[in-house]
Nanobody
Framework: QVQLVESGGGLVQAGGSLRLSCAAS????????MGWFRQAPGREREYVVG????????VQLDSVKGRFTISRDNAKNTVYLQMDSLKPEDTAVYYC???????????????????WGQGTQVTVSS
């Protein structure tokens, strides 16, 4: 069993920055690809960005390229999402998720993720 706990959300003005963290429990963090998803009110959950087990490969949603950066620290069992140049349309609940251990699938494919955090609210004011 893996528990994921997100933190770092909040209210920020357009153009500002936030850094989300997702702390994972258990010894298998380094064996799992990780992803961030988001869900805005009235909209379906959408993929934002994913990172490989080693942290080498990342794949981003086009609308966040150049603004959002994912990273991980396997020694701390934590994945991060640095969000810069935030826009009102980035407002959503952000979720981190962990793929199955030693399993590789497309980062955007939600069913490939075995564990999900509870989410953290990000609100960007105009």
């Amino acid at each position: 069993q893996v528990q994921l706990v997100e933190s770092g959300g909040g209210l920020v003005q357009a153009g500002g920055s936030l850094r989300l963290s997702c702390a994972a429990s258990g010894p298998t963090f380094s064996t799992r690809n990780m992803g961030w998803f988001r869900q805005a009110p009235g909209r379906e959950r959408e993929y934002v960005v994913g990172i490989s087990r080693s942290g080498v490969n990342t794949v981003q949603l086009d609308s966040v390229k150049g603004r959002f950066t994912i990273s991980r620290d396997n020694a701390k069992n934590t994945v991060y999402l640095q969000m810069d140049s935030l826009k009102p349309e980035d407002t959503a609940v952000y979720y981190c998720a962990a793929q199955k251990s030693n399993y590789s699938s497309a980062y955007y494919y939600a069913p490939a993720y075995e564990y999900w955090g509870q989410g953290t609210q990000v609100t960007v004011s105009s």
